[in-house]
C-alpha cells in the first residue's frame, strides 16, 4: 500500500475512533441534561401547585385540578400521577393504566436504582419506556410524578442527537482527509526530496560534485543509443593527472583535495554543454563526447591540456598540472562501456609510459598494452601480500677483499607471465604510485636478511633502492624508521641508494627527506653516477657519502680509455668530497684489477654473483673466498 493511502486511512481511522468515544460522552451528557431538564419542569410545576392550587385554605387536590395542571404544563409526552399518602392516586395525560398500578410500577422501580428512595428513574408500561421524576408538594400529603414516553421523545432526541453528530463527523472527517492529504503530500514531498538527495549521492562523487562511476555508464549508454541512430561516433577520454600523487603527499591531502575540485572546474569550463566529465577516482577522470570524432576529440585533449598548463593558485601556492589522457571511440574501438573504458585506459597509460600527453587507442598495440595492464593490477595484489622476492649481490671491498654488503633487488616471478624484469615492473610500480609499498615491503625483507647475516656472524650491511617518489613523501623516513627499529640492525648498517637522474630532477623536496634519513643514521649513496648531471654544488649540500659509478663505464673500461678515464675522473671527485666509490658491473678480472688500480672503494658484478636468493648467497659467503666473516672475524684477532 502506497505511504500516502495509508496516511489518509490511519488518519480517518484515528478520527473515526476519537469521533465514536467523543460521541458515546456527547451522548451521556445530553441524556443527562434530558433528566435534569425533567427535573427543573418538575421543580417548577411543584412550586406552581403550591402557589396555586395547595393554598392553605384548599388543601386537597382533585382531578379536575390535575387534569388543569397537565393541560397547562404536560406535552403529549408527558402524564401526571398525584399519589395521596392515605393511597388514592390521581392521573392526569395519556395513559389507560389505572393510577394504582402506575404507582406500584414507580415505587418498584425506584427500589431497582442504587438509591434508596430515588426521585427519578424509568420503567416500561403499555410498550412505552417511561422516564419519572418525583417530588414531594411542600407542606401538603402530595407527591407530584411527571412521567415522560422516551420510547416518542427519547427516539426524537436520539434522531436529533444522531443527525448532529452525523453532520458534525462529516464535516470532522471531511476535514481530517484535507489534512490527512495535506500531510501526505507535505511528507511524500520532503521523502521524495531526501531520496532524490541519496540518489545524487549515489551517481556523484562528493568531493567535486561530478558525475561518478554509475552516472557514466548511463550516460554511455544514452550516446550509444544516439549514436546509433545518428550514425556519428562519440568519444570516451581517460584522464590521469601526472603529478598529483607527489603533490597530495607533499602538501597534504587537504591541498589534494583542493587541486581536484580546481582541476574538475577548469576542465569543466573547456567543455560543451553535452560532453561529460566524471571522477573515476583518486587523480582519474573520465570524459564522454557525444557527436564527436578523432579530429574534435584531439581538439578536446588539446584545450584541456593547455588549460592546465596555466598556473593556478590554490591556498597562496602557484601550482601548474599536466595530465596524460587517453581516447576510444564507440563504435570502433567497442560497443560497451566497459570495453570502451578499458581501451581508453589503456591508451591513457601509453600515454605515460610515453610522456605524450595524449593518445588514441590503437588495436595494433593492443597486446603490449594489455601485458601493462595485467602487470599493474597484478604487480598491486603482489605488493600487497608482500610477496616480491628480494635478491642480493655482493659488494666487496677491494682494500680487504672481503664481501660487506648486499644489495638488495626486487624479483618478480609472476605465476601466469613467469619471470619479469624489474626493468619492466619497476616503472610501473612508480608510474602508478605502488613504489613507496614495494620499496617499504623491500627493505622490511633485506633489514630482516641482513640481521640474519649478523646472526651468523657476518657484519654485513645492506643496499636498498630508493625510488624518488619515497623522496616527496614525508612520512618515509618514518616508516622506514619503523621497519629498521623493528629489524633489529642499525642505521649504519643500510645504505640506501638513490639514482641520480631522478635525484637531480627534484633536488629542492628530495634534499630535505635526504637529511631526515642522514640524521637517523642511514648511509646514502648515489646511484648510476654519471648518467645524470650531477651538479658539484648539489653533491657538495646533499649528506652523501657514497657514489656508485654507473655499470656502463665498467664494462667497457677493458677496450674504452674514454670510459676508464670517466671512471678515474669518479673516484678522485668522490674522494676530494670524501666520499666512497663503488663500481658496479664489474665482469671481469681486468676489470676489477684496473679499478683497484685507479683507487676504487668497493666492486659489485657478474665477476663475484649474480643477484641472488638469500639461502644461496648465505652458501656463497660461506664458501666464497671473497667471504666476509674471515674478515670480521681475522681483523678482530688482528686488532686483539
Ligand atoms: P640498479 O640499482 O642499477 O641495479 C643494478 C642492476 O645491475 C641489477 O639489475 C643487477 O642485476 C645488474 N648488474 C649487477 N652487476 C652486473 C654485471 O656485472 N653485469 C650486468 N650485465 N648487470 C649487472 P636488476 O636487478 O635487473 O635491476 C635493474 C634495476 O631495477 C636496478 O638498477 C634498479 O634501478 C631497479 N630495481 C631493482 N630492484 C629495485 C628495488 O627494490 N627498488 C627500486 N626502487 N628499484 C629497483
Ligand atoms: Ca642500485
Ligand atoms: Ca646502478
Not at 136 to 152: A, E, G, H, I, K
Request: hydrophobic share 40%; charged share 20%; net charge negative.
Amino acid at each position: 500500500m502506497k505511504f500516502s493511502t495509508q496516511l489518509v486511512l490511519s488518519i480517518i481511522g484515528i478520527t473515526i475512533l476519537s469521533l465514536s468515544v467523543f460521541g458515546g460522552i456527547a451522548y451521556w451528557i445530553i441524556d443527562d441534561g434530558h433528566n435534569q431538564n425533567h427535573n427543573e419542569l418538575l421543580k417548577h410545576i411543584t412550586t406552581i401547585i403550591h402557589k396555586h392550587w395547595l393554598k392553605t385554605d384548599i388543601k386537597t387536590l382533585t382531578q379536575p385540578s390535575l387534569n388543569e395542571i397537565y393541560e397547562k404544563f404536560a406535552t403529549p409526552e408527558t402524564l401526571f400521577l398525584i399519589e395521596n399518602i392515605d393511597g388514592t392516586c390521581l392521573v392526569a395525560g395519556n395513559t389507560t393504566l389505572p393510577p394504582s398500578e402506575l404507582a406500584s410500577n414507580i415505587a418498584s422501580s425506584s427500589k431497582k436504582t442504587d438509591t434508596a428512595h430515588a426521585n427519578h428513574g424509568t420503567l416500561k408500561m403499555d410498550n412505552h419506556d417511561y422516564h419519572w421524576n418525583t417530588s414531594q408538594l411542600p407542606n401538603s400529603q402530595y407527591r407530584l410524578t411527571l412521567l415522560r414516553d422516551d420510547s416518542t421523545g427519547q427516539h426524537q432526541s436520539d434522531i436529533k442527537l444522531g443527525m448532529r453528530l452525523l453532520t458534525t463527523s462529516i464535516i470532522i472527517i471531511w476535514l481530517a482527509v484535507w489534512l490527512s492529504l495535506l500531510l501526505s503530500s507535505i511528507i511524500s514531498r520532503r521523502l521524495k526530496e531526501k531520496n532524490e538527495a541519496i540518489q545524487y549521492q549515489a551517481m556523484h562523487d562528493s568531493l567535486t560534485g561530478l558525475p561518478n562511476r554509475s552516472l557514466l555508464f548511463d550516460r554511455i549508454d544514452q550516446a550509444q543509443l544516439t549514436s546509433h541512430r545518428n550514425k556519428i561516433p562519440f568519444a570516451l577520454m581517460i584522464m590521469d593527472l601526472d603529478n598529483f600523487k607527489e603533490i597530495n603527499d607533499a602538501l597534504g591531502h587537504h591541498f589534494g583535495d583542493l587541486m581536484l575540485t580546481k582541476v574538475s572546474k577548469i576542465i569543466q569550463e573547456t567543455l560543451r554543454e553535452n560532453d561529460s566529465l566524471a571522477r573515476l577516482g583518486g587523480d582519474e577522470f573520465a570524459l564522454l563526447l557525444p557527436d564527436t570524432e578523432q579530429d574534435g576529440a584531439i581538439i578536446c585533449a588539446r584545450k584541456i591540456l593547455n588549460s592546465l598548463k596555466t598556473p593556478f593558485n590554490i591556498k597562496d601556492t602557484r601550482i601548474e598540472s599536466s595530465a596524460s589522457i587517453g581516447i576510444a571511440f564507440y563504435p570502433q574501438d567497442g560497443d560497451d562501456a566497459e570495453t570502451l573504458l578499458q581501451r581508453a585506459d589503456i591508451a591513457m597509460y601509453q600515454a605515460k609510459r610515453t610522456r605524450s600527453h595524449y593518445v588514441i587507442y590503437d588495436q595494433n598495440k593492443d597486446s603490449d598494452n594489455v601485458r601493462q595492464l595485467k602487470l599493474m593490477n597484478d604487480l598491486r595484489e603482489t605488493i600487497k601480500n608482500d610477496q616480491l622476492n628480494v635478491y642480493y649481490q655482493p659488494m666487496i671491498d677491494q682494500r680487504t677483499g672481503c664481501t660487506i654488503a648486499a644489495e638488495a633487488l626486487a624479483r618478480w616471478n609472476h605465476p601466469e607471465l613467469g619471470f619479469i624484469s624489474p626493468e619492466e615492473f619497476i616503472p610501473i610500480a612508480e608510474r602508478t604510485g605502488l613504489i613507496r609499498k614495494l620499496t617499504l615491503s623491500i627493505a622490511k625483507q633485506a633489514m630482516h636478511d641482513c640481521k640474519q647475516w649478523q646472526d651468523m656472524g657476518y657484519e654485513m650491511m645492506i643496499a636498498i633502492n630508493i625510488s624518488t617518489h619515497c623522496l616527496q613523501d614525508q612520512s618515509f623516513p618514518k616508516k622506514l624508521n619503523q621497519i629498521l627499529q623493528s629489524s633489529g640492525i642499525s642505521a649504519y648498517n643500510v645504505e640506501l641508494e638513490i639514482t641520480e637522474t631522478v635525484l637531480m630532477q627534484d633536488i629542492g623536496r628530495a634534499s630535505q627527506i635526504l637529511q631526515q634519513l642522514d640524521q637517523a643514521g642511514f648511509n646514502l649513496s648515489i646511484d648510476d653516477f654519471g648518467t645524470g648531471f650531477s651538479s658539484l654544488a648539489y653533491l657538495k649540500e646533499l649528506p652523501v657519502n657514497t657514489l656508485k659509478i654507473d655499470k656502463s663505464f665498467i664494462f667497457d673500461m677493458d677496450n674504452n680509455e674514454d670510459d676508464t678515464a670517466i671512471v678515474q675522473t669518479i673516484i678522485e671527485l668522490a674522494h676530494n668530497f670524501n666520499c666512497k666509490v663503488i663500481a658496479e658491473g664489474v665482469e671481469t678480472a681486468n676489470s676489477l684489477q684496473q679499478l683497484k688500480n685507479l683507487g676504487n672503494d668497493i666492486a659489485q658484478g657478474y665477476f663475484f654473483s649474480k643477484p641472488i636468493p638469500f639461502e644461496e648467497l648465505t652458501l656463497w659467503l660461506q664458501n666464497s673466498k671473497w667471504n666476509p666473516a674471515y674478515t670480521t672475524k681475522k681483523l678482530k684477532e688482528i686488532m686483539m
